[in-house]
């Protein structure tokens, strides 16, 4: 297991808890529709950590944001999150008499951090303000935690600072890929390569195959010299030449494309400017699934397919084949997520994380400002 730089809420006893007023940073941005939280994973995910202050006496303020700066209510979340564990919610972020005669136990939510511009800013005379709140502060927003905010980076400097219990897991299940088991698998779809550029560079003197798949290798084959026709593409991304010419790197060798009237299974040479490809072909998955036969460590983040345009079967067929496998396997991204989750897959999965860009900047870095800050 790797080591923790950092002291996580295990660390504190009892009686350093009792009484305490203890500031918690929890990521709860959630889909809301409706005035209703429709995917409460986040809020899930916080439970445990709660529950352990709680039930230790502490005093919990939760600090979390919802959508960019000067965000909707977090009152909705509050009301969700209360199915699992009872909770006040609060209006303000600075209700210093209501704080102070907290009790024992009591949780309170506090509203959108993100409706004061201070937050994304940094600024310090509101990181110092919002170390006020509390005596102990605790960062359970790993997902968050790749952005320099004051409740993210700010507060540490002020006031004894901790991990919480799912944010020093995702610390531990990430940190695998820096000393895989092999062969190590790396999997990337989705769109956007400037993301997933930084990875493919960092694990490839590492991993032992890299697939290269959904509209991230569009832009691969388009270097290559193929068509790829109305399809989506990364624009403006440099530094490809040394991955195509690298014989560890895998690219799709067939795809559904969508033309006017139909769907249709094309190799890379065949494939015609009205084309547009929407998802990893039946030889694809072979290969892939090959591979994954074999790996004893699979690190996947990003769909094989168009999954907004329900081009799902490759993202889904290789979420069969990696849940199958014997190997480790660690996955993230949203989409790929809820493909395996849609698939019921779930409980064969060692790690499913949520952390989304924050996943992506730690593995192509090895820390993330918000880990530095507990340091």
């Not at 550029?197 to 590492?206: A, E, F, N, S």
């Amino acid at each position: 297991m790797p080591k923790l730089p950092f002291k996580t809420l295990k660390d504190l006893k009892i009686k350093d808890l009792k009484g305490k007023r203890v500031l918690v940073r929890a990521d709860f941005n959630v889909p809301i529709e409706k005035g209703r939280v429709v995917d409460d994973s986040r809020l899930r995910l916080a439970i445990p950590t709660l529950e352990y202050l709680t039930s230790r006496g502490a005093k919990v303020l939760v600090l979390a944001h919802l959508g960019r700066e000067g965000g909707e209510s977090l009152a909705p979340v509050a009301k969700a999150l209360g199915q699992y564990i009872k909770v006040e919610f609060s209006k303000t972020l600075f209700a210093d008499n209501q704080f102070k005669d907290m009790t024992n136990g009591q949780l309170i939510l506090l509203e959108n951090i993100r409706q004061y511009k201070e937050e994304e800013q940094n600024d310090e005379t509101f990181a110092k303000r919002l170390a006020g709140l509390a005596d102990i502060y605790i960062n359970e927003a790993f997902s968050a935690s790749h952005r320099a905010h004051a409740s993210i980076v700010g507060v540490p400097k002020y006031i004894p600072s901790y991990a919480g219990l799912s944010f020093a897991k995702e610390y531990e299940q990430l940190a695998k890929a820096f000393a895989p088991a092999h062969p190590f698998v790396l999997i990337l779809g989705g769109a956007k390569f400037e993301t997933k550029l930084p990875v493919i560079k960092k694990l490839l003197p590492k991993a032992d195959t890299v697939f290269v798949g959904g509209a991230l290798a569009h832009l691969l084959w388009r270097k290559m010299g193929f068509e790829i026709g109305k399809s989506l593409v990364d624009e403006g991304v440099k530094g490809l030449v040394d991955i195509l010419k690298d014989k560890k790197v895998l690219l799709p060798i067939d795809v559904v494309v969508k033309t006017k009237d139909s769907r249709q299974i094309k190799k890379p040479d065949n494939i015609r400017k009205q084309d547009n490809i929407q998802d990893a072909g039946p030889d694809t998955i072979n290969l892939i699934s090959d591979k994954i036969e074999r790996a004893k460590f699979i690190l996947w983040n990003g769909p094989l397919g168009n999954c907004e345009k329900n081009f799902t079967k490759g993202t889904e067929a290789v979420a069969l084949a990696v849940a199958k496998s014997k190997a480790y396997s660690v996955v993230g991204g949203g989409d790929t997520v809820v493909a395996i989750e849609r698939a019921h897959l779930s409980k064969d999965f060692n790690y499913l994380s949520m952390s989304g860009g924050a996943m992506l900047e730690f593995i192509a870095k090895g820390t993330l400002p918000g880990v530095e800050a507990l340091r």
